[in-house]
């Protein structure tokens, strides 16, 4: 299986070690990561073990109370353990937000993907920077236009108003699929180009054997198109799946913030009204060797080669 | 087997083939011969079904196949560039077509285990393309498609990615598979040797049409326009008129004043302005006057060694130029050189009278 | 060719532009930490060209944002904008300055219902800025009902048609009120007494939005909602008639003020920008922008007519408000009542 590790390997995998002048180029990548990902999850590790004072000041003593609290052990007044699964719920339910949004993001990312990949050199270009306009705004300005464009005074009740299909406005904006619609909407970009990537580098011949040797389309694309696109497929996954895992601004402009999400609870602990940076890193923590996990188990069958 | 009826095919306003009617019998090794960029693939990709003819038809085993999609044809194709399925291993390239007809496994390995042994790759079962040679990937490519037992087999330059030595080994053994299956080969290439050496009919295409098409023999000895005169093999290409009818033959004076007798050809040609072909090997160098029809006087003006053969160039008194090639002597005893006299004769039969495009 | 010439001359560009300002000597400025779209720009513009110091703004959308910068930050920002029981908890940690009111003649301006006020009862901490009540804002299109206070709001009618804000420590002050409990009487007996109320509220609610909850009311997503009088004023203001503001018996109000950190490195300029902003003229300009309820007496009587009579923000008699003190760690019980029940 190839994986999307395999994208940052050279093709033979010919693992050769960098030398001098190899350490020195990444120098700054190194630099990169241990400023701006080693060292804040090394702080948050160790505020996770903390606790707040009443100001929400850090104070520094060692205690495993916010990770009962995550997994759902609490202590209740008498001060024994009880069982309160609300961020395990909580946790579920942004699984299953951002499980949604990266299957959607698939299905449409895919053949999307897939007519871009095989459009002739001179319409591509053009296809690809289509993909991308969205990238050229604010992300906080493409999600009010959602707003505009979604509420029961906006434009898409207006025009089925106007064509008669609906007598009343039909409240769009602030449910569950709103904010659906603004994560595959927010993340689709994010699945389509690394697929497109691997579709524009499939030799058309390999699919024509296919066809050939008697694959039909679908037996095609389920033997030969789908296993050598994967690592965009993979790739894509991860860049959608775990951003819209963390994403908070969505659910709360087009959902109305009604059900709290991972991303919101986090947010809330560090800037919200939560303020406990503790129980924030906690979680942060937790969501950081979820996804580990999770990444370790999809990559860990290496190709054999 | 194969029938191509009056097809056409346009790219956009470009005609990559024009009105080709071709039919490859049963059994045969037929080769698609031409340069480069002629059409020879779209041809092929016309009977596979990866593109559909802008006019006319294709017809397989009897049947109009125009409009079915290459899964429904019973013909296989073995690629260019081989594509074989990177992520599958040998085995499972190799068995691919019978796991889309949904065989049951065991027929599928046993199968599988012949093609393999057919095509000698025992021991490489679970290696993947990637870890394979040039000639190795060639015949997993081959394996690949033969297993669909396939009526017609297509191959397109299957050859001209391995070293000469490879090549010529190859050679052999496809030749030698086709006897043995007595499947139906079109086989594509623009190496005129391997042409000749391998088919029974070739087809010569230039420009999207088909020249020629015939046995080697007829193809190297009777070519039948300047074009294939010129891409199989060497050839002089003369203009010539017809001045007179002798019995069974016409004498042809060359533009520049020689003149030749050639055996009058049925139908006999329409017009007394003829082209004409010779092949350097025919033209036969002496230093005494021959005593034979078609002899006349030369001076060498440039010789070239190359290897096998030694190559002329030669001018006669009236001034038309000539190129002769002759066996190689030995060192010791090279024939000609420069600013010798020669005389030169040429069988009438050995000139030939070429179709006017 | 043309691109790199181009990021050539903007280097150039940007290095000439710089330069003055790395050469020239040490100015005069303030690091204002304020709330985003509550300062007007002319205002700070104004302040730099009378005085000379320049303003470096940096922005909160929350009084707990600002409190875990600042606490993290330490002695970096010279002016904060924080709300009453926020200055409460500061000044019990000992994280503000004393202010030096003698220094801030136009403290004069301020009306005596907003001064002596619970979280700073001696006036030792923070001048006010603005303020304002949390109050109910009716489609009066679309909603017939008369509606005096939270718990007609929440009668069951107007499920799914109601915006509030995204507030735990608000929601609970309305189920108190509600009860006829005092907003600042959280006790865990009291909360256990809110929970069933809020269990039935929650599920009415359609958006939480404490940012903006006028865009969804505008744009008919909702037909009430309980928000910031300053949102239901800017509504009124822009929709007249359509929108209507309802104080609720046991209202509270809010009071934003200002107040310098402990250690501030400009304090001066600190009381400088105060004082300038009490100026009746200066005020007005902030109460034009962001139609809260002024607290500067000398500045409403420069206002035009129309906004004093929008009761959103001048509600009818001056009513006498209570404000949110601090309260401490039960904070987290809140957070977790409330967290627990949208989680259902
Ligand atoms: N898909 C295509 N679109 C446009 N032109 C094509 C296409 N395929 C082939 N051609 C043109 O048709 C001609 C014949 O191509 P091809 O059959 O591949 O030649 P070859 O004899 O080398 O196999 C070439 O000039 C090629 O440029
Ligand atoms: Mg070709």
Known sequence: MQTPLALLQPA????????????????????????????????????????????????????????????????????????????????????????LTTILCVLIGYPVAWTLGRAPDSRRNLLLTLVMIPFWTSFLIRTYAWIIILSENGLLNGLLQYSRLISEPFPMLYTPGAVIVGLVYSYLPFMILPIYGS??????????????????????????????????????????????????????????????????????????????????????????????????????????? | MVELRNVTKKFGN???????????????????????????????????GFDAPTEGSVWLGGEDVTHLPPYRRNVNQVFQSYALFPHLTVEENIGFGLRMQKLPRLEIAGRVQSAIALVSLQGLEARKPGQLSGGQRQRVALARALICQPKVLLLDEPLSALDAKLRHQMQGEL????????????????????????????????????????????????????????????ANILEANAVGVEGGFIRLRIASGVEVLVPNPNPSPTTSRLVVSI??????????????????????????????????????????????MAASQSIMQTAFHKGDRVWCAVHPNDIVILRAD | MKTTR???????????????????????????????????????????????????????????????????????????????Y??????????????????????????????????????????????????????????????????????????????????????????????????????SENLAKVKPILQGWIPQIKVYNSDSPKTPLANGDVDLGIVWSGEAAILIKEHGEKFKYVLPENAHMFIDSLAIPKGA???????????????????????????????????????????????????AGDPKLDTFKDIGKVTKEIDKLVTDLKNK
């Open chain 1, 12 to 99: 033979h995998g010919a693992a050769r070690r960098p030398g001098f002048i190899g350490w020195l180029l990444i120098a700054p990548l190194i630099a990169w990561l241990v400023a701006f990902v080693v060292i804040p999850a090394l702080i948050l590790l160790v505020y996770s073990f903390c606790q707040r004072d009443e100001l929400g000041e850090l104070v520094f003593s060692f205690s495993l109370e916010n990770y009962w609290r995550v997994f759902g052990y609490v202590h209740d007044e008498s001060g024994a353990f009880a069982w309160d699964p609300t961020y395990l719920q909580i946790f579920g339910r942004s699984l299953g937000c951002a499980g």
């Open chain 1, 199 to 305: 579709v524009e580098k499939l030799d058309n011949s390999i699919v024509e054997a296919a066809l050939d040797l008697g694959a039909g389309p679908l037996q095609a694309f389920l033997n030969v198109i789908l296993p050598l696109t994967r690592p965009g497929v993979l790739a894509g996954i991860l860049l959608v799946f775990i951003p819209a895992m963390g994403m908070f601004a969505i659910s709360d402009l087009m959902g109305g913030k009604r059900v709290p999400l991972i991303g919101n609870v986090i947010q809330d602990q560090f800037s919200g009204q939560a303020r406990d940076w503790p129980f924030g890193s906690a979680l942060g923590m937790s969501v950081v060797v979820l996804f580990s996990i999770a990444f370790w188990l999809g990559t860990r069958r290496q190709p054999e080669s």
């Open chain 2, 14 to 48: 470009f005609h990559a083939i024009r009105g080709v009617d071709l039919n490859v019998r049963a059994g045969e090794f037929l080769t698609l011969l031409g340069p480069s960029g002629c059409g020879k693939t779209t041809l092929l990709r016309m009977i596979s």
């Open chain 2, 175 to 234: 030749k030698r598979l086709q006897k043995m299956l007595g499947i139906t080969f079109v086989f594509v290439t623009h190496d005129q040797e391997e042409a000749l050496t391998m088919s029974d009919r070739i087809a010569v295409v230039n420009q999207g049409r088909i020249e020629q098409l015939g046995d080697s023999a007829a193809i190297y000895h009777a070519p039948q326009t300047a074009f294939v005169a010129n891409f199989i093999g060497r």
């Open chain 2, 279 to 324: 092949r350097p090997e025919k033209i036969h160098l002496q230093s005494q006057r021959p005593t034979q029809e078609n002899v006349f006087e030369a001076v060498v003006e440039e010789e070239l060694f190359k290897g096998p053969t030694h190559q002329l160039e030669i001018k006669t008194a009236s001034g038309l130029s000539l190129s002769v």
């Open chain 3, 6 to 84: 181009h990021t050539f001359l903007l280097t150039l560009a940007i290095a000439v532009l710089a330069l003055p300002a790395m050469a020239a000597p040490k100015k005069k400025v303030l690091n204002l930490f304020c709330w985003s779209e509550y300062v007007p720009d002319s205002v700070i513009k104004g302040f730099t060209k009378e005085t000379g110091i320049k303003v470096n703004v940096e922005n909160y959308a929350s009084n707990e944002e600002m409190l875990s910068k600042l606490l993290v930050a330490g002695s970096k920002y010279d002016l904060i904008q924080p709300s009453e």
């Open chain 3, 86 to 187: 926020t200055i409460e908890a500061l000044a019990k940690a000992n994280k503000l300055e004393t202010l030096d009111l003698s220094r801030i003649p136009n403290f004069k301006n301020i009306g005596a219902p907003f001064k002596s006020l619970p979280h700073d009862p001696d006036n030792k901490f923070s001048v006010p800025w603005m303020t304002g009540s949390v109050g109910i804002v009716i489609n009066t299109r679309k909603v017939k009902d008369e509606i005096k206070g939270y718990a007609d709001v929440f009668s069951g009618k107007y499920k799914n048609r109601i915006v509030v804000l995204d507030d735990n420590r608000e929601m609970v002050s309305w189920a108190l009120a509600t009860l006829g409990l005092g907003v600042n009487d959280i006790t």
């Open chain 3, 265 to 315: 490195p400009n304090a001066d300029a600190a009381h400088q920008f105060i004082d300038y902003i009490l100026r009746p003229e200066v005020s007005k300009i902030i109460s034009e922008n962001f139609p809260y309820t002024n607290p500067n007496m000398e500045a409403r009587k420069l206002l035009p007519e129309a906004q004093l009579k929008n009761t959103a923000s001048y509600p």
